[in-house]
């Protein structure tokens, strides 16, 4: 069944293999006022492009119109909210102290990865639709498997932007292998194959691949943004130590 996050509620739902998707929902709350609706449409952007994630499977899965329709909504709606911010962040921004300053650009950072997410997600959900044949079911597995992955890391980012944890932001990081893993190895199996190599429907299964392995790499970003937000410096660039350490 398609789902949509415009009602802002947090779904949990089964892994793959475990039974249909059940949605068990918590309201995020009403939109707040001023500089707190930035953080607030930024928890609903993620929300959104889980979403996304959720419905380009049902699509993979069952070819349903409805979740084609579900996806597009989905970039839709994370095209608003990037203008939404971008269009308000620069003055809201003149009127808060460094911490807050902080947490709204995290918020501009972070819709950008998002919208770069839809786009994504959306091209996939185009491949699969204008196809006149199945993907071949060993294929669809995998790509399938991706989208569960991405849907997991997309949760964990919501959730640890919503407890400002950073052990979220680590679980996102670890995940991603496993996305890039099964990219490569898709990659790999095609590659090698002669059979396949001038196939363009193989062609099509890589570049959708490509994509959820590309939008994998947007949700690192919103991780690392997660870590550099809580702990005060990225990842990449440690706090250095005084001559007294």
């Known amino acids: 069944m398609p789902r949509k996050a415009a009602s802002l509620t947090e779904t949990e739902p089964q892994k793959a293999g475990h039974g249909p998707a059940i949605a068990r929902k918590r309201r995020l709350g009403a939109a707040p006022n001023g500089q707190d609706e930035l953080l607030w449409l930024a928890l609903k952007a993620c929300l959104i492009a889980r979403d996304a994630a ?28 990037e203008r939404q911010i971008d269009e308000r962040l620069p003055g809201a921004i003149t009127r808060v102290n460094e911490a807050r300053a902080r947490q709204l650009l995290a918020c ?35 790509l399938v498997q991706m989208t569960v992955i991405l849907q997991d890391m997309l949760d964990e980012t919501y959730r640890g932007f919503r407890s400002l944890d950073v052990e979220n932001a680590r679980k996102v990081l670890r995940i991603d292998s496993e996305l890039d893993h099964i990219c490569h190895s898709l990659f ?9 190599q001038n196939d363009p429907l193989y062609f099509e299964v890589l570049l959708m691949a490509q994509a959820l392995e590309r939008a994998g790499d947007h949700v690192k970003n919103l991780a690392e943004e997660l870590y550099a937000l809580i702990e005060g410096h990225t990842r990449r660039h440690p706090p250095k130590r005084n001559a007294t350490q």
């Open 54 to 81: 959720f419905n380009v499977r049902d699509l993979l899965t069952n070819s349903s119109r409805m979740a084609f329709l579900a996806v597009r909504d989905c970039e839709k709606e994370l095209d608003q909210i």
């Open 188 to 196: 790999q199996k095609h590659l090698a194959d002669r059979a396949t």
């Open 108 to 142: 501009l950072k972070c819709i950008t990865d998002l919208e770069r997410i839809g786009d994504l997600i959306m091209s996939v959900a185009q491949r699969v639709q204008s196809r006149s044949c199945p993907i071949p079911s060993a294929d669809a597995r995998h």
